[in-house]
């Protein structure tokens, strides 16, 4: 018994991935690596993809051969049990970036005249961190996607900030691992770069989200990086503080895609800046943005709606060419990046931006709602800033839609296959491996570990050679 157990929490040891974490404007891997997100958003079921292991391991097994480091998913059931596919996804070298919100519990969404952030909410992303802070291989919370759409949702901007403040502070209290928390925003011209500075803005970085990304589907067909406007975003990240990345990208104006824009994500032009990038999606659905397919005939998992066309479950079988085109652009696009030892962050907080009549309507220095406080319509107050209780000069609204920005060919101009205020019930919406899992090889007590293993274990190790 006693053999079993030590030779356990050796293989538990050996086998772990290494955790991820924020340094200035970069993640790193708890081994010191940098890391750079090669993701596929990933919702097979609309209330939780990571409750049955048997197809999660199936899918971890094709991710591994298309090159994937990373999942998104967007919604999971907080009560289920998730050890299984963590696991899976775990061994496979593969991160998963999960939104805290639920269906009922997020900030702003459609029919909602007005967002808020209320002890409701606070205690549905609280469950979902309490399900999920344990797991090494996530790699960070998300408090939000597409909350802000346009213009006239500016006064959502305070309560996403409220939000991602009030669940840092949750996750230090508890003593959890300090999982980043951040954002995932929509592509519009008019809110740039203002969201992006305000969630990074102010002097306390308890309030500042940990990192930033952007739902982009910019760079379509035979787009270049100056045409695909991707100029314009690297020029508005170049001195950004905090870890930025693609939350969403991949745009489909005519099939195959050929993820020509990892190319440039990756090189020279913006890898300094940029941690990678989440490709929408795994699952082929109505939207035709998936990457792969299953057999609707004899799948235990099925859509309701349109979707119910498609199979959600069994071996996925990888859509050609465009798998391909993806696999063959990260197997050739493997950045190091710089050491955290020798990364020394010089970049400060964009100062906040300045209140703009029609274009950006939050005061810089308003201060973030408390828990409890909603946004009040214009015959409410007249105050004219959002504020704890008060709104800009209009109120939000729910529109769908991304703006393309400016030198962006007309198919940029696409919303994102997401739906816009949330993550939605069935979203419609890199770095080397290495950074993955260790695997455990040699022998099964093969003493060359004690070289990094503490003296601790090479006792055990010894006293598992006498048995």
Known sequence: MLLSILFGLLISLVSAIPTISTKGSKFFTSDGNQFFLKGVAYQLLPEDPLVDNTQCTLDANLMKTLGANSIRVYHVDPQAKHDDCMKTFADAGIYVWLDLDTFNSYIQGPGMSAP??????????????DAFHNYDNVGGFFVGNEVLTSPDTDVAAPFVKAAARDMKAYRDEKDYRKIPVGYS?????TLRPMLQNYLACGEDSSDAMDFYSLNAYEWCGQATYDTSGYVFLQMNASDYNI????????CIVEPPRTFDD???????KMV??????????WI?????????????EGGTATAAGADAQFGRSGTPKPISPDFENLSKHWATLSPTG????????????????????GAWEVSPDAQLPTIGAKAVSDSESSSGSASATSTA??????????????????AAAESSPTASGSSEASPTSGASLGAGSISFAGSMLGLAGCIWMSAALCGMLGFLLVL
């Open 116 to 129: 808020q952030w209320n002890e409701t909410q606070y205690k549905a992303y609280q469950e979902v961190m």
């Open 185 to 189: 925003a929509a592509d519009v011209a």
């Open 243 to 250: 870890p930025i990345f693609f939350s969403e990208t991949g």
């Open 262 to 268: 990892q190319a440039a994500i990756f090189g020279d």
């Open 272 to 281: 300094d800046t940029w941690s990678g990038a989440i490709i929408y999606e």
């Open 284 to 296: 082929q659905e109505t939207n035709m943005y998936g990457l792969v397919t299953y057999d609707l």
């Open 338 to 357: 710089i050491r955290a030892d020798d990364y020394k962050p010089s970049l400060t907080p964009p100062p906040c931006p300045d209140f703009t009549s």
């Open 393 to 410: 000069t209009s109120t939000a609204s729910s529109k769908a839609q991304s703006e393309e920005s400016s030198g962006a060919t007309a």
